[in-house]
């Protein structure tokens, strides 16, 4: 009796080994990478991300000339946009579109110091977790981190750009003639909210467009740091 539990004992101990070792053989080996380094690795990458693509969009035509985060009509307010070109103002219905681009290409100028701070928040067991995600899964985490802090700094600032560049007046005609289109519903849209989600969304789209590529390109890892930590999720 005491010789079949050894011999059971012992068979359940070869094949959990057995399955314990396929599983390590499945993990990203650290080649020596302590967990410092790991996060020190994602903080470099999304400020390379922050630096090099969210900066884009600060500048003139950053969002009207980007079709990846162009700020278009509410889908509700579409039948604006198309009634106008349909009988000749396209060049209003265009000014219509760009001061709503502009005035997210002000607001996220607002955004650089919110990012700094949520990166340098990576705790190790943050770092890891990025690693191994998914292509956007540090774009997901800074998300988590500065969605509520970003709306709340870029609001009030589209606010104001809209006022600044004359975007009530604009709207105001552009609304006018639309509604002075006969068998059209008149519409009375307020803007603000909307361009505040559309500018954070296109923040985290070019962040994400900046960590995939370091994910899935070498050559895009441009540091020994980035090289190395990266290698660990290929």
Same mark, same amino acid.
Do not use: H
């Given at each position: 009796?005491?010789?079949k539990?050894?011999?059971?004992?012992?068979?359940f101990?070869?094949?959990?080994?057995?399955?314990?070792?396929?599983?390590?053989?499945?993990?990203?080996?650290s080649?020596?990478?302590g967990?410092?380094?790991?996060?020190?690795?994602?903080?470099?990458?999304?400020?390379?991300?922050?630096?090099?693509?969210?900066?884009?969009?600060?500048?003139?035509?950053?969002?009207?000339?980007?079709?990846l985060?162009?700020i278009?009509?509410?889908?509700?307010l579409q039948?604006?946009?198309?009634?106008?070109?349909?009988?000749?103002?396209?060049?209003?219905?265009?000014?219509?579109?760009?001061?709503?681009?502009?005035?997210?290409?002000?607001?996220?100028?607002e955004?650089?110091?919110?990012?700094?701070?949520? /990166?340098?928040?990576?705790t190790f067991?943050?770092? $890891?977790? *990025?690693?191994?995600g998914?292509?956007?899964?540090? !774009?997901?985490? %800074?998300?988590?981190?500065?969605?509520t802090?970003?709306?709340?700094?870029?609001?009030?600032?589209?606010?104001?750009?809209?006022a600044?560049v004359?975007?009530?007046?604009?709207?105001?005609?552009?609304?006018?003639?639309y509604?002075?289109?006969?068998?059209?519903?008149?519409?009375n849209p307020?803007?603000?909210?909307?361009v505040?989600?559309?500018?954070?969304?296109? /923040?985290?789209t070019?962040?994400?467009?900046?960590? $995939?590529? *370091?994910?899935?390109?070498?050559?895009?890892?441009? !540091?020994?740091? %980035?090289?190395?930590?990266?290698?660990?999720?290929?």
């Open positions: 009796m005491i010789r539990f050894l011999a059971v004992f012992l068979i101990n070869l094949t959990a080994c057995a399955e314990l070792q396929e599983i390590a053989k499945q993990l990203p080996q080649g020596g990478i967990n410092a380094e790991i996060a020190s690795g994602l903080r470099q990458a999304l400020d390379f991300g922050i630096d090099k693509q969210v900066t884009k969009l600060t500048q003139t035509d950053g969002f009207f000339k980007n079709e985060v162009k278009l009509l509410p889908e509700e039948k604006v946009d198309k009634a106008l070109r349909d009988i000749g103002l396209s060049k209003l219905a265009d000014e219509g579109l760009k001061v709503l681009n502009r005035a997210a290409e002000d607001a996220v100028k955004a650089t110091p919110i990012f700094v701070d949520a /990166v340098k928040g990576i067991a943050d770092a $890891k977790n *990025i690693l191994l998914n292509n956007d899964a540090a !774009t997901q985490y %800074l998300t988590s981190k500065t969605q802090a970003l709306y709340n700094k870029f609001n009030p600032v589209i606010k104001n750009s809209f600044k004359g975007a009530d007046e604009i709207w105001n005609n552009l609304i006018n003639k509604n002075s289109i006969p068998f059209t519903n008149n519409v307020d803007l603000t909210d909307y505040t989600g559309e500018a954070l969304k296109g /923040v985290y070019m962040i994400a467009v900046e960590e $995939k590529e *370091i994910r899935t390109k070498l050559s895009s890892r441009t !540091t020994d740091l %980035l090289k190395k930590v990266f290698a660990l999720q290929d």
